[in-house]
Each structure stands twice: as C-alpha cells, then as structure tokens.
C-alpha cells in the first residue's frame, strides 16, 4: 500500500511539472507535441525548466527525480510520447490542450460543456491529433483532452475518449458549430454533448437514462 501510494503521488508531481513544462515552452515557442513531431532537439531546454520547476516546487521536483530518475530520464519519456500520445502515456489520465488567447478567467465552468468523441486505442493517437490541431488552430471550442493508457478506475470500456468543450452550453448556435466543424474534421457518427453540471453532479449514461444535453 506504502508503494502504491508512492507511485500516486510521484504521478501526481510528474503531472503537475507537465502542465508547468508545457506552459513554459509554449511561451518559448513551439508548442511541445510540435517539437517531439518533428524530432527536433530539447534537452537543454528539460534542464532549464526543471532548473525552474525544482527552485519553486522543491517538494514535488524531489518526488519526481526519486521515482523517475533525472531529467534525462524525464527528456526520453517524452520523447518516446509521454503527454504527447494518448496510447503513449501512462503517468496522467489526460492530455489537455486549451485553445490560444482563450481568457480562462472569463469561463463560468458551470455553463462549459463538451463533445464526447469516443474511439477505439488503434485510432487515438490519429484522432487526437486532428482534434488537438483544430484546437491549436482556433478552429473548435476553448479547450480538449483526451483519456491516455493509464488505467482509470473510472473507464467504462476499453475505448479512449476526447473531450470537446466550449465555453457555454446554453450557446447553440457555438456549439452546433463547434459540431459542424468536428463533422468537416471526419468525426461524422452521432456524438453526444454534456454538460458540466451533469458531470458535477455525478450524472452518466446507462440503460434508460441519458445525459446528453445535445446530440448530433
């Protein structure tokens, strides 16, 4: 039990530096998936922001080498996916990427509600990709993520799911474009939309209830 709770809480650091490491590059420029995509050189820059990481979460970045090794060994799980590709990652439930210039504290996270996109794992990678270019584009809502290879208690099958949101359910004229532009993109089966109260709320789909707010 010591052990499992161990590998929870080094996930969870691990998780954390991710979000920090992603944010971090991204002002730099090129967004990290672009930079493992193309192969392209970045270790020196993982030493620099763990440098940075370490200095202003000191507990956690010690959690993180302990568990995982140093930042050499964090640079080739990355290269190698990690938070990159849904079938590639295993420390994190979820990959997320936000939309640009999307102003979160504008968001009311009780209106947000999203597109459910589940595909089978041999499509994942493909679909994420699209979905999370579209996003980086400005083309769909204010953010998406998708379930990852990490074995989630929560999981109903066998089957990843990618999460569409936008900013206001209550919009939709937004959301049925957000749906139409998913259309173009090739998701063209019937997909369901939730809301985040309903999530809240514990709410999911079984046999004689639905959930979905809008479907399309």
């Given at each position: 039990?010591?052990e499992?709770?161990?590998?929870?809480?080094?996930?969870?650091?691990?998780?954390i530096?991710e979000i920090?490491l992603?944010?971090a590059?991204?002002?730099?420029?090129?967004?990290?998936?672009?930079l493992?995509?193309?192969?392209?050189?970045?270790?020196?820059?993982?030493?620099?922001?763990?440098?940075e990481?370490?200095r202003?979460?000191?507990?956690?970045?010690?959690?993180?080498k302990?568990?995982?090794?140093?930042t050499?060994?964090?640079?080739?799980?990355?290269?190698?996916g990690?938070?990159v590709?849904?079938?590639?990652?295993?420390?994190?439930?979820?990959?997320?990427?936000?939309a640009?210039?999307?102003?979160?504290?504008?968001?009311d996270?009780?209106?947000v509600?999203?597109?459910?996109?589940?595909?089978?794992?041999?499509?994942?990678?493909?679909?994420?990709r699209?979905?999370?270019?579209a996003?980086?584009a400005?083309l769909?809502?204010?953010?998406s993520k998708?379930?990852?290879?990490?074995?989630?208690?929560?999981?109903r099958?066998q089957?990843?799911?990618?999460?569409?949101?936008?900013?206001?359910?209550?919009?939709?004229?937004d959301?049925?474009r957000?749906?139409?532009?998913?259309?173009?993109l090739?998701?063209?089966?019937?997909?369901?939309?939730?809301?985040?109260?309903?999530?809240?709320?514990?709410?999911?789909?079984?046999?004689?209830k639905?959930?979905?707010?809008?479907?399309?």
């Amino acid at each position: 039990m010591e052990e499992e709770n161990l590998a929870i809480q080094a996930d969870v650091a691990y998780g954390i530096f991710e979000i920090f490491l992603h944010k971090a590059l991204r002002l730099r420029g090129p967004y990290i998936f672009e930079l493992v995509e193309k192969g392209a050189e970045f270790r020196d820059a993982i030493n620099e922001l763990f440098g940075e990481f370490e200095r202003e979460y000191p507990a956690l970045a010690t959690t993180i080498k302990e568990r995982y090794g140093g930042t050499e060994t964090v640079y080739h799980m990355i290269q190698m996916g990690e938070g990159v590709f849904p079938t590639k990652t295993t420390l994190t439930f979820y990959i997320i990427q936000d939309a640009p210039q999307i102003g979160i504290h504008t968001v009311d996270d009780e209106n947000v509600g999203k597109w459910l996109i589940f595909v089978d794992p041999q499509q994942a990678d493909e679909a994420w990709r699209i979905v999370r270019n579209a996003t980086c584009a400005g083309l769909l809502g204010i953010s998406s993520k998708v379930s990852t290879a990490k074995p989630n208690p929560e999981s109903r099958d066998q089957r990843m799911v990618i999460f569409v949101y936008t900013r206001d359910w209550r919009d939709e004229q937004d959301v049925m474009r957000v749906r139409s532009q998913l259309r173009e993109l090739g998701f063209v089966d019937r997909i369901g939309y939730k809301r985040n109260i309903e999530t809240y709320r514990g709410e999911y789909s079984k046999k004689g209830k639905r959930v979905t707010y809008y479907s399309a």
